[in-house]
């Protein structure tokens, strides 16, 4: 119990010291929100974020395994209305790609190396793309 109080406090200071980053467009354009509506894993906290025009990058450390949080986002983005379309799983990390009404949604998650139960996640959106033609109709021979 104890080491795992010690482990906690330690990831909560490194997320403190870890300055913040938000990279704002040139333009007076206001900053999307991509991820507004994604679900966080619950007691994660952030890390670091970006955000662009055209991207919003966001960073969460949260006292769950690799596994875990990987199982999170399996579970509660198709109940948010993100289809899963793939994913990768190797030694340390798992990635998730997901898509709504062709926003395109990535979740990174790696393990931080202090502990096995203490992973950083990172989310990735951007704009939704132009929807793609659908098959075209069949016509009749001779036409």
Known sequence: MHARRVAFLVVTAAAAACGRHEAKPASAAPNPRFLADVPRVPRSFPRDSSITAEVEQRAFVAPFTLDSVASFYRAVLPAAGWQIEGGTSDTGQITVY????GQPLWVL???VGLGPRISEYT????AAS?????PREATAPGR
């Open 109 to 111: 998650v790696r393990h």
């Open 98 to 101: 997901a898509q709504r009404r």
């Open 123 to 126: 989310l990735t959106s951007a």
């Open 130 to 134: 132009a929807p793609t033609a659908g």
